[in-house]
Antibody, heavy 121, light 113 residues
Framework: EVQLLESGGGLVQPGGSLRLSCAAS????????MSWVRQVPGKGLQWVSG????????FYEDSVKGRFTISRDNSKNTLYLQMNSLRAEDTALYYC??????????????WGQGTLVTVSS | DIVMTQSPDSLAVALGERATINCKSS????????????LVWYQQKPGQPPKLLIY???IRASGVPDRFSGSGSGTDFTLTISSLQAEDVAVYYC?????????FGQGTRLEIK
């Protein structure tokens, strides 16, 4: 069974940084595109960023462009999201999600449990 | 950006009855060259991540009961649960993947009447 385990969330002050990690198990991350999707507790879903299976192509939602960087280390079976210049509106539960193909098809057939990021002074 | 609008925002249906959720995109999400609609439906139960139900607008994901079906094309789509079960209580989201940015509908909360 596919498992995605996010970590790295926590409380950070506005303007601060966090690095989220997503460790994949029971499958090889190298075969699939991956994304991050966030959800303010009790609210809707927002796609944040996606990356193809090799890490050569990445995409970002406009509000995070220039502040967030998605990356992957297929040798470690791990996906990352470096988040800089954090704002209060970045507060959310961040899900690591798996695309069913190598390219960013854009839908997600497996989801982690999420890691909570809180941006507050 | 493509805006996805679901209706209704909430819905109460009796057990065994049909539940219908609608999703409308602000522009066509039909890729004519492949004749495929770039739309999925997810189910999210309390305290859980979303679960993929339907992709390409009408194909059930693995393990999804056949009481769930998706239909529609172009800009108008529907998720139908043919006979509501207690375990179907959840929030349902549509999402397009026609272009970046990927966007979701606001969600429809489904409850038992």
């Amino acid at each position: 069974e596919v498992q995605l385990l996010e970590s790295g969330g926590g409380l950070v002050q506005p303007g601060g940084s966090l690095r989220l990690s997503c460790a994949a198990s029971e499958f090889s991350l190298s075969y699939y595109a991956m994304s991050w999707v966030r959800q303010v507790p009790g609210k809707g879903l927002q796609w944040v960023s996606g990356i193809d299976s090799r890490g050569g192509t990445s995409f970002y939602e406009d509000s995070v462009k220039g502040r967030f960087t998605i990356s992957r280390d297929n040798s470690k079976n791990t996906l990352y999201l470096q988040m800089n210049s954090l704002r209060a509106e970045d507060t959310a539960l961040y899900y690591c999600v798996k695309d069913p193909t190598r390219t960013t098809t854009g839908y997600f057939d497996d989801w982690g449990q999420g890691t909570l990021v809180t941006v507050s002074s | 950006d493509i805006v996805m609008t679901q209706s209704p925002d909430s819905l109460a249906v009796a057990l065994g009855e049909r539940a219908t959720i609608n999703c409308k995109s602000s522009q066509s999400i039909l890729r004519s060259s492949a004749n495929k609609n770039h739309l999925v439906w997810y189910q999210q139960k309390p305290g859980q991540p979303p679960k993929l139900l339907i992709y390409w607008a009408s194909i059930r994901a693995s393990g999804v009961p056949d009481r769930f079906s998706g239909s529609g094309s172009g800009t108008d789509f529907t998720l139908t649960i043919s006979s509501l079960q207690a375990e179907d209580v959840a929030v349902y989201y549509c999402q397009h993947y026609y272009s970046n940015p990927i966007t979701f509908g606001q969600g429809t909360r489904l409850e038992i009447k």
